[in-house]
């Protein structure tokens, strides 16, 4: 099934919609949908290597706009939602100190969640539930997700041919690696 699909996504990546779907893909990874966009982006970028620059930069800017999407779910739901929680618990003093202590590093958390494989969608929905600066936010999200799409895309560019045989030869195993990878890094983030 994931060879089919590797492969699918491989003769798709020509396809004139291909662009928009990893748009979309990358757009909703960024504020709710749990798998990244490198599941699209890697085969798009090795069966098209000319348009690498443009497949990156379509990631990234989806991908900032869909954080801006998740900023929104935090900061539009907490309101409705997480402020009766926090009042009914009494936790409001214990909410601005979390809310104070992530916005004094949020710049610096932000991007790490941007560049790292660590779910970035629970980021910018805390960023928006903690009202982080939005300049901050933007730029962070910004840098670090076009560091990270374009440094995928760079090292496909340029060693292509050598990682597509890498990939195909061992799809099975770097499969179960990636899904270990994201269930590892929900894992840690529920007990940091």
């Known amino acids: ?16 919609k291909a662009l928009w779907i990893l748009a979309a893909f990358s757009f909703a990874e960024s504020s709710f949908f749990p ?10 970028v090795l069966a098209a290597p000319t348009r690498a620059w443009r497949i990156a930069f379509v990631c990234s800017i989806a991908s900032v706009f869909g954080g801006l999407f998740g900023y929104y779910i935090g900061y539009a739901l ?22 104070a202590k992530y916005n004094e590093f949020g710049a610096i958390i932000v991007a790490l969640a941007g560049f790292t494989p660590i779910p970035y969608k629970v980021f910018t929905i805390a960023s928006g539930l ?14 670090s997700r076009a560091a990270r799409f374009f440094l995928v895309a760079a090292l496909l560019w340029k060693f292509g041919v050598p990682i597509r045989t890498f990939i195909e030869k061992r799809l099975g195993m770097l499969a179960l690696l990636f899904f270990a990878l994201l269930i590892g890094s929900f894992v840690a983030l529920k007990y940091i």
Request: proline share 8%.
């Open 35 to 44: 798998i990244p966009p490198d599941v699209l982006l890697i085969p798009m």
């Open 130 to 143: 903690t009202h982080l600066d939005l300049t901050t936010f933007i730029i962070a999200s910004a840098l």
């Open 78 to 99: 907490f309101d409705t939602v997480g402020q009766p929680i926090i009042d009914l618990y009494n936790m409001q003093e214990k909410f601005s100190w979390f809310q």
């Open 1 to 16: 099934m994931i060879k089919r699909l590797y492969d699918w996504t491989l003769d798709k990546a020509e396809h004139p």
